[in-house]
Every structure is written in C-alpha cells, then in structure tokens.
C-alpha cells in the first residue's frame, strides 16, 4: 500500500508493513529538537528565492516550473524523512509530551500544510502555461472532470480506509493497524493513492488546457 506521499492535498502514504521496535532507540530533548529546527529555519527565504532564481536562469528555466517541480519532488521525501526520525529518536513524540498520537496528529497536520502549499503553486502554475488548443473540446472537458474525480475517490477512499493513523504514518510511532486492510481501493490498485493524486494532477492540468 502507498504512505501517504502524494497529493490533492496529497499524502503519501503508509506501508502496513511495520518497522520493528526490537531495541532501544536514542531520544532527543525539546531543547535539542527546538534549537535543530530554529537553525533550519535561520536562513532567510528571500536568499533563497534569490539562488534559486539564480540557479533558473542559468538553466533558461520558468522559476515557476521549476519550484513547483521541486516541490511535488520534495514533499514526500520531506514527510517520510520526519517519520524516520521520529522513530529513530522518538522526536517529534518528545515535543508532544511523549504523546505518539498527538505526534502523528502534528505530523498530519504539516503533511497537509506543505502538500495544500505545493498544490497552491500548481494551480497558479498552470494559469500561466501555454494554453493548448484541442482541450478546449467539449469532450476533453467532460474527460477532464471524470479523470480528476476519479484520482479523488481513489485519494480519499484511501484516507477512509486506513484511517488517519494508518494513513499518515503511524506505524513510525509506533501507532499499528490491527489487521491488514483489504477493501476498495487497495482490491482495485495496489498503490490507490500515487495513481489518484497521479489522476487529479492530471484531470486538472487537462481543465486547464495545460
């Protein structure tokens, strides 16, 4: 089954296949954690903006497309970094007071943040590609809508099926399924959610004529 890694609000999403607890794992503490994240946030964005329009037109590239490639590339890697983290060093456990499923909640909630962000940047994105002429037919209009609907049943009937722990990680906090789930949409596809966010990326970009 897919962790939640992808994407409308695209997660990626989790294995049933859960890492062993078997041995002691070292831990980090708040204060250790805060000042970690304090120093990857201390570098400005606008020197970051700066590079990376640097590094575009060095390329001949649109910045938009290329931050947006980014980040649908990123994303996933990010999310599933953190969740090994956390069970490596039980750290984002630690800064929810030893609570794995209010961590597993947090870590939902930024997993929705950057992947709410990164379709943001999608969609504005789009309204300035090249339009393409044929799309603008009825029929690619009405094929546009059934494809996107269709990647958001596959999305969502996911997210109902694993619930939220099961859906967002939480096996890495040590947070189990009681039995392998086997229902729609994983008797349909074995990977529902990278084929549904696959779909609606698509079913939009074809709406837009991009």
Request: glycine fraction near 6%; aromatic fraction near 12%.
């Amino acid at each position: 089954h897919d962790s939640i890694r992808s994407n409308l609000i695209h997660p990626t999403f989790f294995s049933l296949a859960s890492p062993r607890l078997e041995r002691p794992v070292p831990t980090m503490s708040a204060t250790e954690i805060g000042s970690s994240i304090v120093s990857m946030l201390s570098v400005p964005l606008d020197s970051v903006i700066d590079a990376a329009d640097s590094f575009v037109a060095a390329l001949s590239l649109d910045a938009h497309f290329v931050i947006m490639s980014v980040l649908i590339v990123v994303a996933p890697l990010v999310w599933n970094a953190l969740a090994r983290m956390q069970y490596r060093t039980r750290a984002i456990s630690t800064l929810c007071c030893g609570s794995n499923r209010l961590g597993c909640v947090l870590l939902a909630m930024y997993i929705f943040a950057f992947s709410g962000y990164r379709d943001l940047v999608f969609v504005e994105y789009l309204e300035q590609w090249p339009r393409v002429e044929f799309l603008a037919h009825p029929a690619f209009r009405v094929l546009s809508i059934v494809v996107f609907a269709l990647g958001c049943v596959f999305v969502y009937s996911s997210i109902a099926a694993l619930g939220i722990y099961g859906t967002f990680l939480g096996d890495y906090f040590g947070i189990l399924q009681l039995e392998r789930v086997s229902g729609f949409p994983f008797n349909v596809l074995n990977n529902p959610m990278y084929v549904g966010s696959t779909l609606a990326f698509l079913g939009h970009s074809m709406w837009e004529q991009s």
